[in-house]
């Protein structure tokens, strides 16, 4: 009876010692019934980063534009005369860095009046924004060098008698500042608006006539103008593999 009853005892032990190791068991995972982990959604990328990957800029701008100018000039006989004259220019730009532009321009105002204008001038565009902003405004300031062919009438010989038409050649050095705004119309091509103005310090070295403007005479003459252009800047395509209409 004593060998049964350890028997008995020891059996009870076994069977409670796997039920505890039992219930201490993981369960095994069940493959293609778990959790897929997800990643968070990558930021949208704005319609000017998406431009900047799309095209890369040149560092050239090309521009033509219309020009209407008001020029003041002293007269033969000792006041100043007003004339606004229409002509066109062209623009050239180069980017030196992020805002600002090496500019060389060359002008010629030619019609509405007896004043012919010329110039030449080289200096720089600051433009604050990125180039890539639908508007943008920009800051000019450069140096000149102005061509001037002026008609006006002089008293004749003694200061008696009827007045006598006059051409008065010119030549001088200057300064241009100006303001104005370039609208994007496509990423190659833009549109431009400008005033300036203009302040030369001129020589007379011909006069067609003898008379109260002798050659060698020097006087200041004042420009305001406006400005409107058409912009062209190339731009290449970048990623051309991945376009699917390439």
């Given at each position: 009876m004593r060998t049964r009853a350890l028997v008995a005892v020891s059996l009870l032990a076994v069977a409670?010692?796997?039920?505890q190791l039992s219930a201490q068991r993981l369960p095994t995972p069940r493959i293609g019934r778990g959790?897929?982990?997800?990643?968070?959604?990558?930021?949208?990328?704005?319609?000017?980063?998406?431009?900047?990957?799309?095209?890369?800029?040149?560092?050239?701008t090309a521009e033509g534009y219309a020009l209407f100018a008001t020029t003041a000039v002293p007269d033969g006989a000792g006041g100043a005369s007003t004339f606004t004259t229409f002509g066109t220019g062209t623009h050239a730009a180069y980017r030196l860095t992020r805002m600002i532009d090496g500019t060389v321009d060359l002008?010629?105002?030619?019609?509405?009046?007896?004043?012919?204008?010329g110039t030449a001038e080289v200096g720089a565009r600051l433009a604050p924004l990125p180039y890539d902003e639908q508007v943008q405004p920009f800051?000019?300031?450069?140096?000149?060098?102005?061509y001037m062919q002026n008609n006006?009438?002089?008293?004749?010989?003694?200061?008696?008698?009827s007045p006598m038409q006059q051409i008065r050649y010119n030549r001088g050095l200057g300064g241009v500042a100006g303001a104005g705004?370039?609208?994007s119309v496509?990423?190659?091509l833009g549109v431009t608006t400008e005033l300036s103005a203009m302040r030369s310090h001129m020589t007379t070295f011909r006069v067609s006539e003898p008379g109260t403007v002798p050659a060698g005479s020097t006087y200041w003459m004042n420009t305001y103008r406006f400005a409107i252009g058409l912009t062209y800047t190339r731009m290449t395509p970048l990623h051309m593999n991945q376009n699917p209409r390439g």
């Open positions: 409670a010692v796997a039920s959790t897929v982990p997800t990643t968070d959604e990558l930021p949208p990328t704005s319609p000017e980063i998406g431009r900047n990957l799309a095209y890369k800029r040149a560092n050239w002008t010629a105002s030619t019609s509405g009046s007896p004043v012919l204008v800051f000019d300031l450069r140096g000149s060098y102005g006006f009438f002089a008293p004749g010989p003694g200061g008696s008698g705004f370039a609208f496509t990423p190659s």
